[in-house]
């Protein structure tokens, strides 16, 4: 799916934008919807009719719940959620259910080892959204089904986020103007996520993917730290680079999708790393989860409960494996810790809040990228009883630099003082070609090249 993804970009996609803007504003949803289902088919023909079910059915129950009222409008919404949810549980989780039943009870229940369809946990959090704000009266029913359709199985960010609210899009796909100045700008973002994700992550994120390969016990103390900490902008950079991507290409149609990340890692707090990490995620919980379940408004131990519930769906929804609830409670654990009074310390001391932020989440990218239980305990021991070793002399001079420019990329440090000192239309112009070029030569010739939250 990554490598007929970029297949798609650099092919099907002018086309799709010559024709976009060629057409009468009246069929540009139209054309959108059109490409969007053939990029979809191009990585996963199968699952197309998957996606169209979801289209028509959550269509047609949403004209129902603003049509009815009182109880039989309450019955269709809950019915809603759970055709939506249960679609999400039986692909994304029934061979994980099935599996721990068989284990547990020495069962031996049948299961194919379904596989996941692309961006399935993105479009069903966007289709329960609208839903939601059907039903609550925040939005109006769209009764076009073309402009529905588009929300849906927008190609833009259908793989990967940012997670695209129905409310935050919902004008836009009536009426959208685009001119020069979004197109410049969306051209920007698209160029720096392209460069984020094949010229960083793919090149620090080969240092973790030695790593694995060599296995945990043949590593040193050293090398595993310098491991996790290259997952960890690895993921960044991958994540980021296509939110970005996906933002750009946005304007460049007239869209404008919300913002996926903020410098997560200039953060002195884990509760504030959540508000700079996946912000569409973080805010969609927030607002259909957290506060329908009483938010911080009915107790402390309630709190508590509300946040267990979040954190452990937070965990669950990356993936159906034991290791990212974990890391979901994890999370949870820490800012519990931090609601009782840590944060206010950490607010007066800004060098050992960042260095406690940093560690601690490191910490939890062990938990992410590590499947297996037993592996993860063997990392730990690896981080944390002193292994020593001189391997890890060999991969710093290979990485020294790409570590380097990861790390200060990752910082707000360049834009501030590019912003400050050096802003001009040229000197963007020649910056943005130049690292346009870089990156299609890295994916010419890189055969290192994973979406990782393709995945998810």
């Given at each position: 799916m990554v490598f007929s993804s970029i297949i798609f970009m650099f092919t099907f996609l002018p086309i799709i934008l010559v024709t976009y803007y060629l057409s009468p504003r009246k069929l540009k949803n139209f054309i959108l919807l059109l490409g969007s289902l053939v990029f979809y088919a191009w990585g996963e023909p199968i699952y197309i009719i998957l996606m169209i079910l979801t289209i028509v059915i959550n269509y047609v129950l949403a004209l129902l719940i603003k049509n009815q009222k009182g109880r039989r409008k309450k019955c269709i919404f809950i019915l809603t959620l759970v055709l939506n949810v249960g679609m999400l549980g039986f692909f994304k989780y029934y061979d994980f259910i099935v599996g721990n039943i068989n284990s547990i009870f020495s069962l031996n229940i049948q299961y194919n080892n379904l596989s996941l369809p692309i961006g399935i946990s993105f479009?069903?959090?966007?289709?329960?959204?609208?839903?939601?704000?059907?039903?609550?009266?925040?939005?109006?029913?769209?009764?076009?089904?073309?402009?529905?359709?588009?929300?849906?199985?927008?190609?833009?960010?259908?793989?990967?986020?940012?997670?695209?609210k129905y409310t935050d899009i919902n004008r836009e796909l009536k009426s959208r103007k685009v001119n020069l100045d979004a197109i410049q700008e969306g051209i920007r973002l698209f160029i720096l996520g392209l460069s984020s994700k094949v010229i960083i992550a793919n090149n620090i994120g080969s240092l973790w993917n030695e790593v694995e390969t060599m296995g945990f016990n043949n590593i040193s103390t050293i090398l595993a730290w310098m491991g996790i900490i290259a997952f960890s902008l690895q993921i960044y950079f991958d994540f980021n680079g296509y939110s970005l991507m996906a933002i750009g290409l946005g304007k460049i149609l007239g869209f404008n999708f919300p913002n996926n990340f903020n410098y997560p890692y200039e953060s002195r707090s884990i509760t504030e790393f959540w508000r700079r990490w996946h912000i569409t995620l973080g805010q969609w919980f927030k607002q259909y989860v957290y506060i329908p379940l009483g938010g911080n408004r009915l107790g402390r131990a309630r709190t508590y409960f509300n946040l267990f519930i979040v954190w452990f769906l937070t965990g669950f929804w990356h993936g159906a494996s034991y290791n990212f609830i974990l890391w979901g409670l994890y999370f949870f654990i820490l800012i519990c810790m931090e609601k009782n009074g840590l944060l206010n310390l950490l607010n007066k001391h800004k060098l050992i809040s960042h260095i406690y932020t940093i560690f601690f989440i490191l910490v939890g990218w062990v938990l992410f990228a590590v499947i297996d239980l037993n592996q993860i305990i063997n990392f730990f021991k690896k981080m944390f009883i002193f292994n020593a070793g001189n391997e890890w002399i060999y991969y710093l001079r290979n990485y020294i630099i790409t570590y380097t420019i990861a790390i200060i990329f990752s910082t707000s440090f360049l834009k501030k003082i590019y912003n400050k000192f050096v802003k001009n239309n040229i000197v963007d112009t020649i910056i943005l070609i130049t690292i346009f070029l870089l990156s299609i030569a890295y994916l010419v010739d890189s055969s290192y090249n994973p979406f990782l939250y393709f995945r998810f």
């Open positions: 479009y069903t959090f966007q289709t329960i959204s609208y839903i939601v704000d059907v039903y609550l009266n925040k939005v109006k029913v769209q009764k076009n089904i073309i402009s529905f359709a588009t929300y849906i199985s927008m190609f833009l960010q259908l793989v990967a986020g940012p997670i695209v």
